[in-house]
């Protein structure tokens, strides 16, 4: 039996996980935390000093997913990290501390089966295309830049090689920010307006062509559900960082 405990579980997509982890004969759900239920552990920190957990799932914010995870590494529980907001080298912090404790962190900027396809089809295409850029779509009211989908697929990108740039930005006339962020090599624009949920696109073009690989999320928290629940099962003896739901598939 696997002990978890859910941050955010009162989130859009905690709360579909945590009942999933009750549904399942070999999972446990054993503590929930949430800031603004008086009924749930206020912090990750109070939940796992209070019950015994082997893994810690956090969909809770930018802001406090950094805090969350290394407080359930040094307390030796494993980490599945569904929320965005944490940067490449925070995950390399993570990934130190984690080997440190002998513990596993799983992490994926989007736990559905789709963006997994896409880190993987979009890996494979930059070996054989030399120029691309990320499209980062998300609600009006999501406050990171870009999403932990997009900011995932840019690093994975990277791992492969820099893309070409016609014009150095360094040499560009007009405004730097037109160009977007660069992340880990690419450049990512992130579009925040009302309909979207979740989107990510990456465009690569070579000369007189053209190709696009694009994940799109519904408005229901049942694509990542199943992902995480993989995540939950495959992190249990672990040791350091896995980023990506790609990584568990066969």
């Known amino acids: 039996m696997i002990r978890v405990c859910v941050a955010g579980i009162t989130g859009w997509t905690g709360s579909a996980v945590a009942e999933a982890v009750e549904a399942e004969a070999d999972l446990e759900l054993v503590a929930g935390v949430a800031r603004a239920d008086p009924a749930r552990y206020s912090s990750v920190a109070e939940a796992l000093d209070a019950v015994p957990a082997d893994v810690l799932v956090d969909y809770t914010h930018a802001s406090a997913v950094k805090q969350n995870v290394l407080a359930a590494i040094e307390r030796d529980v494993n980490v599945v990290v569904g929320s965005s907001g944490m940067s490449a080298g925070d995950y390399d912090e993570a990934d130190q501390a984690a080997h440190a404790r002998g513990v ?41 830049a870009p999403s932990g989908t997009s900011r995932e697929l840019a690093e994975r990108l990277d791992a492969v090689r820099p893309p070409a740039i016609g014009v150095p930005l360094d040499e560009l006339q007009g405004p730097r920010e037109a160009r977007g962020a660069t992340i880990g090599g690419t450049q990512v624009h992130s579009l925040r307006l009302p309909s979207f ?9 070579a000369e007189g062509e053209r190709l696009s690989i694009r994940h799109d999320a519904g408005e229901s928290a049942a694509p990542y ?18 980023r990506g739901l790609d990584q568990l598939l066969g």
């Open 225 to 242: 559900v199943n992902g995480t629940l993989l995540a939950v099962r495959a992190v249990v003896g672990r040791v350091g960082l896995t």
């Open 104 to 144: 596993g962190v799983i992490a994926a900027g989007n736990f559905s089966l789709t963006a997994a396809l896409l880190l993987r089809f979009a890996t494979e295409a930059a070996r054989h295309l030399e120029s691309w850029e990320v499209i980062d779509y998300a609600s009006a009211t999501k406050s990171d």
């Open 197 to 205: 949920t979740v989107s990510a696109e990456v465009v690569f073009a």
